[in-house]
């Protein structure tokens, strides 16, 4: 079975704060890896997409890094801001354009 | 490009109803997705129709069935509600079906009470 883990499941940090959050899966065969964002109630807007013969993209002050053989992925989000506070998740593709997420982690970033 | 919009945004069902939502994908893309999200946890994959066909599904029983039009609309079916169908309903479109190297476009989602 293809899982994916995200660690925290939470986190809650002052601004200004660089901040790493994790991923974990279990699909070594993956075509890439996305980093997503979603707001409460709402859809997810792609972040980072990091193809599988990359081993990472940067966007601003959000890098997101791939080790295929160990079966994890960080987003690093540099001087975070209340702005970004939201849920994060992780997914690959398990073919055919099927994403496998993980559970996500809600980021909050207090004044 | 439009995005993709999804509809109704939010209802509210019985057990044992039928429910249909729909989607209106980004312009140009042809390969449509449909994601469950429960409360508190990551989407899982429904189905995706490529041109008019389903060509990839994911652990959901047959009550779950799909459409997609050739406009590239589409809508996802629910039959017989349970409890546990209450979630965040969210579409994505991508340009093609194939190995999954292009990155999908999600709706803002539709959300299903089941009471």
């Known amino acids: 079975k293809q899982e994916v883990t995200q660690i925290p499941a939470a986190l809650s940090v002052p601004e200004g704060e660089n901040l790493v959050l994790n991923c974990s899966f279990t699909?070594?065969?993956?075509?890439?890896l996305q980093w997503f964002r979603q707001d409460p109630g709402k859809g997810l807007t792609s972040l980072l997409l990091?193809?599988?013969?990359?081993r990472e993209q940067t966007s601003g002050r959000l890098n997101a890094s791939l080790d295929k053989s160990s079966g994890r992925s960080t987003l690093y989000i540099a001087a975070s801001q209340p702005g970004d506070s939201a849920t994060y998740l992780c997914a690959h593709t398990g073919g055919y354009n099927k994403l496998i997420f993980g559970a996500g982690t809600r980021l909050a970033v207090h004044p | 490009e439009t995005g993709v919009t999804q509809s109704p945004t939010h209802l509210i069902k019985t057990r044992g109803q039928q429910v249909t939502l729909r989607c209106s994908s980004q312009s140009g893309h042809n390969t449509v997705s449909w994601y469950q999200q429960a409360l508190g946890q990551g989407p899982q994959f429904i189905f995706q129709y490529y041109r008019e066909e389903e060509n990839g599904r994911g652990n959901f029983p047959p009550r779950f069935s799909g459409l997609q039009f050739p406009n590239y609309s589409s809508e996802l079916n629910v039959n017989a509600l349970e409890l546990d169908d209450s979630a965040l309903y969210l579409c994505?479109?991508?340009?093609?079906?194939?190995?999954?190297?292009?990155?999908?476009?999600f709706g803002a989602g539709s959300r299903l009470t089941v009471l």
């Open positions: 990091i193809q599988s013969s990359q």
């Open positions: 699909d070594s065969a993956i075509y890439n």
């Open positions: 994505a479109s991508t340009r093609d079906a194939g190995s999954g190297a292009n990155v999908l476009t």
